[in-house]
């Protein structure tokens, strides 16, 4: 926990609530990372119990979390364990949600591991959806979403920019498929999370978002549940400065992607078949894809051009290679064979294709306007500078897309080794 000084004050033996009687139920830990939150914390976590006594048919304990607060938290989250059963107090001396959350959560004997912030801006109806497909085996990991269909959430208009942005940046250049990473109410099953949190290198905010980035890599299945959510209006989050630290975090997740990760394998079951490696095959190969469909344009070109000119023999030329360009990405970048909605994909790559053409020919034009009669090598070095340009253009809308998985899901599930840097076994 990069010399993180934990102290522990544990929960008294049986400290699990739940529904009397019966065979034993599977154990829910529920942490609330807080800094600095004495005004709230009580009432939050007499709520947060109650309900949980009241609504949760399983054995649970809160764990309150405190990240090293210089106010009064300590001794409210002290009082609190010595006043309600199951309820137990932990003290970081270092800051950091994420290193709040990495600490109890990887220390868990529970089955199943949550958080939810101490404002408890979602509303606790969520909880009992969240958890229900952890416990029964059918999902790995569980998040509340403020962006998906069904949820209603009340939040200042800068907020809702910020958040929109944020994911949609990571579904668009990390090919994310679920839909809020920051929600502050998110599940797991224990084994998996412990699989996964020595890969985690984030100790503050983007700590949820690149846990769920190396889940979803892993091929471990994330449930959504919609919520309903409330901004507090006396949050003290620095949104400008805490939106600076999750770009670095995406670039340096971005970075390692393209690098090989090694560990001993992992089993999970999943649904959904996923592009062969992540980035660090796709870009490889797509780049190859791309020399090779840019000699074939351009020869096009150079043959075309006296017959037809230089704004026809462009067009031609890029058609005929965007149609093998985009037949080759499918196959050999994104992983995806057979005929099925073969035309749908080509059709979608239609889109990278009027860019390209726009790119070139707005180019063309400029060489023209700037030079009465351009020689063919001004003109080809024009095009495989607007090429480049479209060929990213290109990447983004197949991967983010054209090949995106939501597209290509397959029917049926199956089994993927998937790395994890400390675990020797097989998640069941």
């Not at 934990?6 to 942490?31: F, I, K, M, N, Y």
């Amino acid at each position: 926990m990069n010399a993180t000084a934990l102290t522990e004050r544990d929960a008294p033996d049986g400290a699990g609530v739940g529904v009397p009687g019966g065979p034993r139920r599977r154990l829910v830990e529920v942490v609330v990372p807080v800094y600095n939150e004495q005004h709230v914390l009580e009432a939050s976590v007499r709520r947060l119990h109650r309900y949980l006594v009241e609504n949760l048919p399983f054995p649970f304990r809160i764990t309150v979390a405190d990240n090293a607060s210089t106010d009064g938290t300590w001794a409210v989250a002290a009082r609190l364990e010595r006043d309600l059963t199951g309820v137990r107090a932990v003290h970081l001396d270092l800051k950091g949600r994420g290193r709040a959350l990495r600490a109890v959560w990887s220390r868990s004997d529970a089955d199943v591991v949550s958080y939810m912030d101490v404002d408890l801006s979602t509303d606790l109806n969520a909880f009992l959806p969240l958890v229900a497909p952890l416990l029964s085996g059918h999902s790995d990991l569980a998040i509340g979403s403020r962006l998906a269909r069904g949820s209603a959430v009340a939040r200042g208009p800068k907020r809702e920019f910020i958040s929109r942005t944020y994911n949609l940046l990571l579904r668009t250049t990390m090919a994310a498929r679920f839909s809020d990473a920051q929600c502050g109410f998110k599940a797991a099953r224990t084994e998996v999370v412990q699989a996964l949190l020595p890969r985690v290198q984030d100790e503050e905010w983007f700590f949820d978002t690149e846990l769920l980035l190396l889940a979803e890599r892993s091929g471990l299945r994330i449930h959504e549940v919609p919520v309903d959510w409330i901004d507090d209006p006396d949050s003290r989050v620095d949104i400008v400065k805490t939106a600076k630290a999750d770009l670095r975090g995406m670039w340096r997740v971005a970075k390692a992607s393209l690098r090989s990760s090694s560990g001993a394998p992992v089993r999970a079951r999943v649904r959904a078949v996923d592009p062969p490696a992540g980035l660090r095959w796709q870009v490889p190969v797509f780049a190859t894809i791309g020399v090779l469909s840019t000699i074939a344009y351009l020869l096009l070109y150079v043959l075309l051009r006296a017959p037809v000119g230089a704004f026809a023999a462009n067009a031609v030329a890029l058609a005929v290679t965007a149609v093998a360009n985009t037949a080759a990405n499918r196959r050999f970048t994104f992983g995806v064979t057979g005929s099925r909605n073969a035309l749908r994909d080509q059709i979608g790559g239609l889109v990278a294709f009027v860019i390209g053409l726009v790119l070139s020919s707005g180019t063309l034009a400029g060489v023209h306007a700037a030079v009465q009669h351009p020689s063919r090598g001004v003109e080809l070095v024009a095009l495989v500078v607007a090429n480049g340009l479209s060929t990213l253009a290109r990447f983004v809308v197949l991967r983010a897309w054209v090949f995106h998985p939501r597209r290509h899901n397959a029917s049926s599930d199956y089994e993927t080794a998937i790395p994890a840097a400390q675990n020797t076994g097989e998640l069941s």
